[in-house]
């Protein structure tokens, strides 16, 4: 099913999964002032889009290259005066621009026309896929057993050792693990140059985020925000000062102010009889380290706090859902520590690299599988230097570059990473 997007922030009510003339018609109309500067990222966005299609031709490659280094802040910033319309624009949100002009038109051409699809039976439904697929073709697959430690003698991985203690020797490793954690911690340092052990650690991420997820009963709560999308961009009118990550703790309902996402994730009738809602909103990850001292346990103020930080997201909500907060029946409160405990991601990141302009924006995504080390290849959305296809199709194709890569017995190569 495709997923269809809808702004409500600004004072707007504007559906993003149309056509991007559509929405640029809708924002020219809002704000005459800067109609002219509207259209012009607009069409400037689709021809960047084309040329991403078609690359082939010398003003494509052109094009591509002066978009590649340009900030979507610079570019916006004398085109469209208004706050509102810029931040539409450049961020697909409520934020100032912050990506390349590149990915900023690539990810307006997956919102508008390729779309940003759930495969039908969910998002498990791709995993449950491989492993049977897996399995028929003899693989053996053990689930829920950590890798501790990638062996590696003369420069070569030689096999891993499990968390129990356990060795297995394999001709080649593929890491599914992200390149923080493959290369910081699950790789000693003497097997990597100082260059590149200090190229992986200071490689920035994207950031991670606060999630609420709620079990609804529908009887109880106006859904009716839903009734043409599954995702909400959401911002309150008057966001006032922006939460301080800094302070010991965070003012909720400052936190409330950013920009959240409420995701309609399933609706009574479809699935069941009732409903699940997801709410999102950026948030980091030092500022929850301290509620942990040993890996996989919180201090008791922890789960106090995200209790108060989820209330003040549910009240926030609540005002596009009214009755949200009596039709809670289930609630999970994830942070960052979740998202790199049981995900697996370090620091919680949820994307991969960073998309800031400043950590380095390629024309054509450079791809990242081989490694220095011989026999090691990386899977995964940080196998490739942007995230070209969308996140999930981004770490699928990097599967099959590294089986490919481990079936030839590909030799070493020392990427140049994002910074
Ligand atoms: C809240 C959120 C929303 C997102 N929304 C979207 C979206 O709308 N569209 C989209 O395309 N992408 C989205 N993403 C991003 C998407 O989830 C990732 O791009 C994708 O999952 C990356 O796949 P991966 O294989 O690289 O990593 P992962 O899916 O993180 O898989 C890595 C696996 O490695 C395992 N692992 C790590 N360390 C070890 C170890 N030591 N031993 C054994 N196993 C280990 C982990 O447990 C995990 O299963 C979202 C992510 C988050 C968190």
Not at 35 to 60: H, K, T, V, Y
Not at 306 to 321: D, F, H, S, V
Request: aromatic share 8%.
């Amino acid at each position: 099913d495709r997923m269809r997007y809808r702004l409500r922030a600004f004072g707007l009510d504007l559906p993003l999964s149309r056509p991007l003339p559509e929405i640029s018609a809708a924002l020219a109309a809002t704000y005459p002032a800067d109609a002219s500067g509207i259209r012009i990222f607009c069409d400037q966005a689709e021809a960047i889009g084309r040329a991403l299609d078609n690359p082939g031709g010398e003003r494509e490659r052109q094009l591509l290259g002066q978009a590649a280094s340009t900030p979507a802040r610079n570019y916006l910033k004398d085109l469209i005066l208004t706050p509102a319309p810029r931040r539409v624009l450049g961020s697909i949100g409520t934020h100032e621009p912050y990506s390349g002009l590149t990915l900023l038109a690539a990810m307006w051409r997956l919102m508008t026309r390729d779309g940003i699809w759930l495969p039908a039976g969910g998002m498990g439904a791709i995993g449950d896929g491989l492993l049977a697929a897996a399995r028929s073709a003899g693989a053996q697959v053990r689930l829920g057993v950590p890798v501790a430690a990638i062996r590696v003698k003369d420069g070569r991985a030689e096999g891993v050792t499990l968390e129990s203690g356990e060795e297995i020797a394999a001709a080649a490793v593929v890491s599914n693990a992200d390149y923080k954690t493959t290369f910081l911690r699950l790789i000693a340092d003497e097997n990597l140059s100082d260059e590149f052990f200090q190229a992986v650690f200071f490689a920035r991420q994207t950031g991670s985020c606060l999630q609420v997820a709620l079990g609804l009963d529908p009887a109880k709560v106006d859904l009716s925000a839903f009734d043409d999308c599954d995702r909400v961009i959401h911002r309150r009118l008057e966001p006032g000062p922006p939460p301080d990550w800094r302070a010991l703790e965070l003012d909720p309902v400052a936190l409330a102010g950013e920009e959240l996402e409420l995701g309609l994730w399933s609706r009574p009738g479809a699935d069941g009889p009732g409903a699940a809602l997801v709410i999102r909103v950026p948030a980091e990850y030092n500022h929850f380290t301290r509620y942990r001292i040993v890996p996989y346990t919180r201090l008791p103020a922890y789960a106090d706090y995200k209790e108060k930080l989820a209330a003040a997201l549910i009240a926030e909500a609540e005002t596009a859902l009214p009755g949200l907060a009596a039709a809670v029946m289930v609630k999970d409160v994830a942070t960052p520590l979740t998202f790199e405990e049981r995900g697996g991601r370090s620091a919680g990141s949820i994307a991969g690299w960073s998309w800031d302009f400043e950590s380095g924006s390629d024309p054509e995504p450079r791809e990242l599988v081989r490694t220095p080390i011989a026999g090691l290849y990386l899977a995964g959305c940080q196998a490739f230097s942007g995230l070209f296809l969308g996140g999930v199709p981004t770490a699928a194709l990097s599967g099959i570059r590294a089986a490919e890569y481990a079936l030839a017995g590909a030799g070493p190569q020392t990427p140049t990473l994002p910074s």
